[in-house]
């Protein structure tokens, strides 16, 4: 198990999953291990932040490890709810949409269908606050991200980027292809989870209007 | 009581230590891009470190306050003003930090603190998503600000004799530094913290820990030199130089990235990130400054040139322990002054 430091005040370990990555993330945040700043879950791994002032770095590569060690079992779903995104796709809310299909060699009902019949995983969030990959997008809708980004994507915009889908919180520049716009929103520093979307969340989208 | 906006400054916002647990959300940790600056500034008006101050980047505002108050300028220095060093100004002043010089960033720490709401724990200001600060925004002409409710006039240090340096017509001289001895001996030009000041702002090379990418590249990110690139902002130094051509193909998955993380583009120009740094980056990382040399890093020009070193990670651990010890000492001494 390779702990690759990132710096001086940060080390990240590879896990098997992403669902293994969230527990030890989980886990390090509850037991509140003095000088553990935080912990990050993105992807199959886990990124720890530490103070080393306060904690000494092999403690805090013992620890981790141990932590990685216990949790070797898939551990069981908290709560298998999907969070359901409505979506309307294509016209001007979706102005790829033509492109994804013809890609994937399918009509556009076909993959706005596939694109619903999906339920996806939060893999990471990161790129903009509330900005979540999604993964488990079927390899028929995986579209490289266009060759020119956009300076501007509208907030709300839901995408297609190689081999995740996602929607943008925010309007800003982004490369992925645009299928569809939802009125969700992704992140409202007011609400008690100021992000929708966490790690190992699942995700469905369901068109609408 | 009130600091009013005359002219806004470059880009001027409300910053404090920023949000340490946003990133599980997507949130850069944010505050300061110079954290050792705004800490000792805060500590030098009697704040907790974590206050929020005004963060004046390049060409910082004029400020009028409408009462007497404590302040210090840390970091990058104002012209006029003595910096790292407590000051009091009288009602009506004049506070001109137009001219900003050895540095980037310049914090002016008020006592009591800036008052703003607090958002997700942290008064910093995210300007990309309008967060936090006043109104998510930079400062504009004709804003008001006012420290903290709890802030009062009979704070530490505001007893005794004070008032503006005789002689001395312009309105910035009026700042007088606070009379009471503060714990190193001031030096001209550089303020009583000159001893730390050289260690921490000094010129030799940029020490780095190898990045995961670190043996990918043509060249080696030690040899040779880098220029600043005036494109650089609070989310990242931009450098310039012989480009740095990565040696395999490969795209990499997104992954987490950290204020210090040295990123690589394909067009080869190294990115040091800062304080405003999107929490994942899919770029590859050569290398990361070491925590206790990343304020240099921040203050560094447009124009200048800077080299990097590679350190151990047990050497770096050992710098940012003795730096923590050093800053705790400081923090003691300057709190046992202003009493």
Known sequence: ??????GDSAVTIQLSSPDRARAVAGALKTQQLPGVIDALAAFAGVTVYYDSAELKYCHLCDWIKKLAHAMSEEPALEDSRSVEIPVRYGGDAGPDLADVSRAAGLSVAEVIALHQATEYVVLAVGFMPGFA????LPDVLQTPRRRTPRTIVPAGSVGIGGMYT??????SPGGWNLIGQTDAV??????????LFQVGQRVRFVARG | MSIDVLHPGAFTTIQDLGRPRGRSMGLPVGGAADSLALRVANWLVGNDENAAAIECRLIGPQLRFTHETMVAICGARARGFPHWQSLVGKAGELLDLSHLVDGVYAYLAVAGGIDVPAVLDSRSTDTRIALGGLHGRALQKGDHLSPSPSYSGERAGMRGERGAVAGAPEASKRFAPHPSPLPFEYKRERGPYRVHFESW????????????????????????TFDVSSKSDRMGVRLSGVPLLRTQPS???SGPVTPGTIQVPPD?????????AQTLGGYPKIAHVISVDLPRVSQIRAGATIQFTEVSLDEAHDLHRRRTKELAMLKYAIREKLQ
């Open chain 1, 1 to 6: 198990m390779r702990i690759i430091p990132l």
């Open chain 1, 133 to 136: 990959y999604l993964g488990g």
């Open chain 1, 166 to 171: 996602g929607v943008y919180p925010f309007a």
């Open chain 1, 186 to 195: 992704l992140f409202d520093p007011n609400r008690s989870s100021a992000a």
């Open chain 2, 201 to 224: 702002y000094g010129g030799s090379p940029i020490r780095v820990i190898r990045g995961e990418q670190w043996d990918e590249f043509s060249r080696s990110l030690v040899d040779g």
């Open chain 2, 251 to 253: 795209e990499l998955p």
């Open chain 2, 268 to 276: 080869g120009n190294p990115i040091v990130l800062l304080a405003d």
